[in-house]
Every structure is written in structure tokens, then in C-alpha cells.
């Protein structure tokens, strides 16, 4: 597989940033750490020939130290190869941007800004895509409430919060089994 | 008379038969059973209330306000074109100016991004103006319990017609807007205002 010989190349380049390789199902995951990211997504791009992102995405590991990640689904336009790169964020840290290696970038980074709170260094227009701008919260982070939070914004938009009426499945991260993980309903603080 | 038109009246010709002539109806005042009885405008005028006439002028002439905003404006559309046809109740004069409509069909899930937009086109249109919240997210959220949905229109601005449904059938909007003519027809607008005025000028 071409994406299996990638992936050690970028081991081989990035030394040290590596932080680990997953291989599931001829499916290939790199993991580098944050500072070695954009150095690994410039080579995808320009030396492996990965034109195409396909997605980009971001975890919350709620109550693990660095507590996001990101997820980047890179792709050659012909489909011949798929590759997957994560790399762990904590709260304080800015992801460097990928808009320079790849101008679709941009949506999605805005996205992740605007649902989870993660910031991006270097995006030419980093602004909510979804919700307006001054909302205060990011509603994909785990201790949100599916139900939302009070807001008021007069003039541009208020927010309340939704009955649950028991709640639907909320998941919870890092549970060990299933009934704890996904509650049928979730008790917020 | 003109001459065609006693043609039209007359009975086809069968050959050999002497054509009749043409049975006329004649109002003489003989014939009259009043004196007081005008032939140039009975029958042009009818005696009723204020209200009553004004109602029956609304509603049958609403002017809607499509707010299309989700799946349920697919249904609003096919109730618009011509298998369901509202123009049978005289509402097919759809308006996108709020100012040229007096029925909002709050058609879809309002997030409360778009909320605020939706309670500006309301306060734009001028009175009377009516609302229908048409489908389950319009009048309670539906099934988008979430932080983004305003948990119905009703939270915003005041609803005349709640419709079930989701979507509803072009048939459920159809009823949901006759039940809104219904509730015109019961309305006092003149009564409420003669009131107003014997009441600032007591």
C-alpha cells in the first residue's frame, strides 16, 4: 500500500515528532505531536502528493490532559491513497492553520472554532460559521448541555434552554462500559 | 337588444315545424310585490354589519408571507401549485415583502440564529396580520431539542393556527388556513374599536 510506505517516510523525516502509527483495516493513522503538525501536513501535501483534504475535524477527551485533538482526512484526488494525522491540543494551545497547504481548510477550521473552541494561528478569517458572532459558549465541548445554555445578545439573537423531558443519549467520555457512556440521561452540574 | 342574442334564445329549427318565438321575461311594475321595490338595486345590495363584511373581505384574501425554512416549505410550495391550488381560497397572492402580506406560514425549524430575522419580518408586516406555525418545529421545536432551535415560533411572536405534522400534507396546511378564515370571520374589529373610542372618550 502506498499510504503504508507514507507513513514511513513521514516517520523516518519527522523523527521524534511521531508520536505513533495506527494501522486498522488498511486504514492509516499518524499521530505527531502539535509543533511537528504542520511540518508533517506541508510534506503530505507537497511531497506525497496529498492534494486533497477531505475533512478536518476535532475530539474532546473531556477530563484527559491535552484535551482535544485533531483530526485531519487527507487524500490524492485519484483516491489512490488515504491518510489520517492527529494531533493532540490542550485548552491554552493554538493549532497552526493549514488554509497555506490547503485553501478548503478554511471552513472547516472556522468550524472547529466555532463548535469546540479551538483556535487556529494564521487563518486569514477566523470567525463562528454556525453561530453568531458574541455567542458565549461552544456547544460540541463535553460539558456543554445538549439543551443549551441561557444567552441573551439583544438585537442579534438570544438563546434558551430546550426541555429534555429525560434526556436523550449524551455521551460521556472516557466511561468504561456502554450504559455509562451513553446515559439516558445526563445530569449537568 | 342585440340581434344575436335572441338567436341564442331561440329553439334549434326542425324542418317542417313553425319556429316559436322566443320566451321572454318581462318585469313590468305590475308584477312587483312592494312598492318600495327598486329593480336598478335590489339584489346589488345586501344589509349586514360593518365586521361581518370586513371579515368576509379578509378572508378571502390572504395574502401569505411564505417564511420557508426548512422541509415543510417543500409542502407549502406543493400546496401553492396547481394539484392543491390555496388560489380555490383566494391565497395564492404569495408576498416575499412582509409589507404586502397579512399571513406569516412560519414553514420550518427556526434556529434562534434565524429567530430574530423572523420576529423583524413579523413586526414589518402591517395589521391585521395573522400567524400560522405550520409543522411540529414551528410550534414547539419538533424534534430538535438542542441548544441551536427556538423551542417554537409561539416564544417570539403570538400564533393563530398551530398545524400537526411533520411535514404536514399540503391538505393540513389547506385546513390549517380555513380554520384561520374561521377564526376571521369571528373577529370584532370594528365592535373592539368602537369600544376604544366610547371608553377615551368617556
Redesign the interface.
Given at each position: 500500500m502506498a499510504a503504508q510506505e507514507d507513513v514511513k517516510r513521514l516517520c523516518e523525516t519527522l523523527g521524534k515528532g511521531v508520536v505513533g502509527t495506527v494501522e486498522f483495516r488498511g486504514e492509516h493513522t499518524l499521530n505527531v505531536s502539535l509543533p511537528t503538525l504542520h511540518d508533517a501536513l506541508k510534506k503530505c501535501r507537497e511531497d506525497l502528493g496529498y492534494e486533497m483534504i477531505i475533512d478536518l475535524s476535532s475530539l474532546d477527551h473531556f477530563g484527559d490532559d491535552p484535551r482535544f485533538e485533531v483530526v485531519y482526512e487527507l487524500a490524492t484526488v485519484d483516491d489512490s491513497k488515504h491518510l489520517r494525522i492527529k494531533a493532540k491540543v490542550s485548552e491554552d494551545e493554538e493549532v497552526p492553520t493549514a488554509t497555506d497547504l490547503w485553501p478548503g481548510a478554511d471552513w472547516h477550521e472556522r468550524e472547529i472554532y466555532d463548535m469546540m473552541g479551538i483556535r487556529f494561528s494564521g487563518h486569514p478569517h477566523l470567525k463562528r460559521i454556525?453561530?453568531?458572532e458574541g455567542y458565549p459558549?461552544y456547544?460540541l465541548r463535553k460539558d456543554?448541555?445538549?439543551?443549551?445554555?441561557p444567552s441573551e445578545m439583544p438585537?442579534?439573537?438570544?438563546?434558551?434552554v430546550?426541555?429534555?423531558?429525560g434526556g436523550?443519549f449524551v455521551t460521556t467520555a472516557g466511561a468504561t462500559d456502554t450504559v455509562r457512556r451513553e446515559p439516558r440521561a445526563h445530569v449537568v452540574e | 337588444m342585440p340581434d344575436f342574442f335572441h338567436k341564442r334564445l331561440e329553439r334549434p329549427v326542425v324542418r317542417g315545424q313553425i319556429p316559436r318565438q322566443p320566451a321572454r321575461i318581462m318585469v313590468s311594475p305590475s308584477n312587483t310585490l312592494h312598492t318600495a321595490y327598486d329593480s336598478k338595486i335590489e339584489g346589488n345590495v345586501i344589509v349586514t354589519r360593518v365586521d361581518a363584511a370586513i371579515n368576509w373581505m379578509r378572508k378571502h384574501s390572504l395574502w401569505p408571507m411564505p417564511m420557508g425554512l426548512a422541509c415543510c416549505a417543500i409542502e407549502l410550495m406543493a400546496t401553492a401549485s396547481s394539484r392543491f391550488d390555496i388560489s380555490r381560497f383566494g391565497m395564492e397572492v404569495m408576498r416575499f415583502s412582509p409589507r404586502q402580506a397579512d399571513v406569516l406560514i412560519v414553514s420550518g425549524t427556526v434556529t434562534?440564529?434565524m429567530?430574530?430575522a423572523v420576529k423583524r419580518i413579523w413586526d414589518q408586516m402591517p395589521e391585521p396580520k395573522w400567524c400560522v406555525a405550520m409543522g411540529a418545529c414551528a410550534s414547539s421545536?419538533g424534534m430538535?431539542?438542542?441548544?441551536?432551535?427556538?423551542?417554537g415560533i409561539d416564544?417570539l411572536i403570538p400564533v393563530d393556527v398551530y398545524i400537526s405534522g411533520c411535514p404536514p400534507r399540503p391538505e393540513a396546511l389547506i385546513e390549517g388556513l380555513m380554520k384561520l378564515q374561521k377564526k376571521i370571520e369571528g373577529e370584532e374589529s370594528t365592535l373592539a374599536q368602537k369600544k376604544v373610542f366610547f371608553e377615551e372618550n368617556a
Open positions: 454556525l453561530m453568531w459558549f456547544p456543554f448541555p445538549l439543551a443549551g445554555r438585537d442579534v439573537a438570544s438563546t434558551g430546550a426541555p429534555l423531558e436523550p | 434562534y440564529k429567530a430574530l421545536g430538535y431539542r438542542s441548544y441551536a432551535v427556538l423551542q416564544r
